[in-house]
């Protein structure tokens, strides 16, 4: 392919951005150096900057090495480069000039400008009226005109309501040290660079077809939501896998390297075996380091197993639990439920409707309704329980005690009455996928069987689950997600200090990973209990996909 | 492609200026007036120089309800009209779902917490340790008139700890905080029970010197007696309760230097014993462990509620019986073994304004303030002064206000940060191990024989 022709002010142009890339790479070279010569900076923001600096850097070096060899990816490498440093600077800048604090003055005065664009608006809708009169360009004209002024005049007024002017004075204000010129010239430097480059004539300098351009308007139409992603769901994650490696402690911003640490600490587990089912666990167990988690029976030979950390243990085993109940229990009925309400009998839609408005209620509404219902000694389920038994045994003559149901404070039921309560409010949803799914089965399948003389029975097994497989795998995955995250139901229902009581029988994983994070503030641990948490989840959604692919749900 | 142009800039305009509009300066309120001079300047007078800048102080303490809401808010806007140049924004925290703790600690983190704020005694040296907040010190020594005397003197020994001394007191070089109330436990009553039971007053016997933990065993047991689902004592399930016991019995969570777990002591063994026999002994009589006693006493169904002052205007609002206070029996150390709860106003180590706030911080604990928030009667005021007494005692219902006055006198423990370890790792080990006693799970003996060699980890 011949080079083509190439202007004059393209070509200085281009030159112009071989020049600046370089000095920005330069620039951020340098940056490195004194990024590590800052000693108050921490290590995580230090490595982080450092990754980010020598990426542009080397990215720059290349952008530069391309546009001098009239290479298309140059252009590509220089414009998202430019991009994103105008991006940086101009955000930088309104951060730095307090900007974003404005939000309450922005709340207050906005709204009242809104008649004023009011205004606006009937100037549009006016000079749009002008259209009508096509055939009288003098109408059209003064109707065009009339609008213009009016939107004009409600603009300028627009502006002074929601005092535009103080606004740009205190934002002038403002510019009382030399960051905010560094970052507004660095926006204006890399904006006058997109531009350059963005130009048909660079565009056609450095070979550009219409896939490239396509490419170019695709990943500007992109940006808002890859940058979004990138910046507050990839990159804290990231972080978080680093901290997890760390013992950082955001109050003091401490964040030393400790390995694997965390890990070891989390899963360090030893058995020891028991002379006698009652030995001491101080006897047998370094208790300076573990703590007695269960005891086991092997062979006919007790071994106690202690954990570095028995509270994560026993968390796992409490998730574990209650997404092995409450998964079925809120999968099952929500299957049974759906069937039911795919009928076509009258007021099936109000029905629909009265299923699903426990999903739409808060979590923390719902468990303060729910404390109160627990409640051993004034709340209604204690009360149906001991009405039904005394019925009984008035009925039958016999005596049947009062269980006293001690749901939220005793260890063996408080797991239980968390269970009780998320199923029943996920069946609503979960109702609602299943009868998604049901109505997308064909009715001539139905038909066929019926005429073929099978029953209810059969056509909801042989035809409506293995039918409803695809939707089943969605059900059931995003429910043991949800299991596997419980936190809400037992911070609010379960209002222990600390949290996950009674004696721990409810703590969770995720709350465990809150309680060190957030109350402990021991951030570099509870990063590594998401990350254990974050295999969990994915061993097993992993484990689901697979059995799904190979058939078992088909 | 003109129009196309057109909106582009209109676009642009528009959004440029929402961003002026968020940089206009949001309108300061108009000033409060101040109380006048006492004396009237002279004519000749020079003019008085141009008033500094307004310095916004924001303060955070946790309030139960609306009404101590509105009571903090009145007492912030008093203190706002009198404290020259300084505006005072009032911040309430905590709610059902939100405890005031992780959140004040999660914006401590992001360097958004507020200037002052309120911290429970027991995370004094968590934050004092960690450099969060201030050394109010310096700022105490060179104010004329101020004396950590004025106040209880158990809170404000945790409040001087000098953190590498260990000294304590007015001469110790350290002042985290001021207190801003103390309360101890009663017992409220629930006196149509205790006559329907047949059983003695309560106040009657703490009057003759007989409440001890045999006559409230008594109380309890005639009262339980009445059916299935009335009960004769009732507390919610953490520290401050159960500690009562262990206290009043001689013992405590800590050995006598406060460096290591007595949880496993003869007093502390024998008052959870006491207590257990209370929840699964042969004839059980309080509210079952864990279960929240609140609901039931308010129902009339329990006789004596173990709780302190806070929970005194929920029980004026929604108690439909006959009830007042008493003091705790006292238990075989010849003392009640009360608490002495106490929270301080701490300032902020980030704040940008600490003359400031240590002017606000006073104000906040001046005997005027605390007057005001006392009439609520959700707290008793932490400065030392029979004036202050009276004032309290005066607040009724209960008529029995002096109960909590005994609470005060009768040696409580003060509620006390842990210097030499972690008090939330510790109560983390003690809490649930104390639930599985309470609920049987776990004996006398397993507890005694495991609890320090776990609980032994949370010091240093």
Redesign the interface.
Known sequence: MTNPHIDNRTRLLLRLAIVWHIFLAIGLFSGIVLVWQTSSMTGWLRLLLTVIMLSGGFASVLAALFIRRHEHRGRVTSLIINYLGFLVCSLGT?HV????L?????A???PRGIPYLGGIFAGYLISAFGDRYENYPKRQQAFRRAGKIIMGIFGVL??LA???L???L??IK?YDSPTPYLLTTGAILFGIMIWALWRKDSANALKANNAHEEMLNGLLFLSPNLLGFLLFFAAPLLLSFYFSFTNY????KVSDWVGLKNYISLLNLTIAPLSSPGQ???EVLN??IY??LTRITLFGRGFIIGAQDK?FWTALRNTVVFCCLAVPLSVIPALLLANLLNSKLPGMKFFRAIYFLPSVAAV?GVA?IW??LY????GYINYAIVSVINFVNNIFGIAIA?P?I?W????RTALLAVIIMSAWQWIGFNTVLFLAGMQNISKEIYEAATVDGASKWAQFTKITIPLLAPTTFFVVTTAIINALQLF?QV??LIN???PG????STISLVLYLY?KG????QQGYASAVAWVLFVVIFSVTLLQYRRQRGGTYA | MLRKSIWTILSLLLVATLFLTACEPKEVAAPVEKPAATEAPAATEAPAPAPAEEITIRWRTRPDNQAEIDVYQKASDTIDAKLEGITLVYEPGGSESSSYQDVLKTEIAAGTAPDVFWIPGTDIADFASRGLILNLNDLAAATEGFSVDSFYPAPMAHLTHNLETGAEGANSGALWGLPRDVSTFVLYLNLDLINEAGAPDPRQLAAEGKWDWEAFKDVATKVRALGPDVYGYGANAWWGPYGVWMNAAGGGFYNADRTACGLDSEGSIAGLAFQRDLYVGDNPVAVPYGEDSEPPFMAGRVAMFQNGRWATPGIRANANFTWDAVELPKGPSGHMGNWLFWGAYVINANTQHPEEAWKLLQELTTAETQGMISELGTNIPSRVSDEAINAFLTFTPPDNNQAFINGLMDMPTAEGPLWAGSWPEFVAVMDPAIASLMTGKTTIDEFKASICAEANKAFK
């Open positions: 309104l000039l307090g900007v974003f404005g939000i309450d003055a922005l207050e005065t906005f627009f502006l929601i005092r535009t103080p606004g740009l205190a934002l403002r402690d955001a109050t003091t001491p666990a101080t208790t300076k703590d007695e509270l923390v303060l404390q109160w409640n051993a000694a004034v009062d006293q001690r939220l404070s005793d260890t809400e911070y609010v222990t200090e600390p009581g009674p004696a721990n309680v957030f109350q402990r503030f």
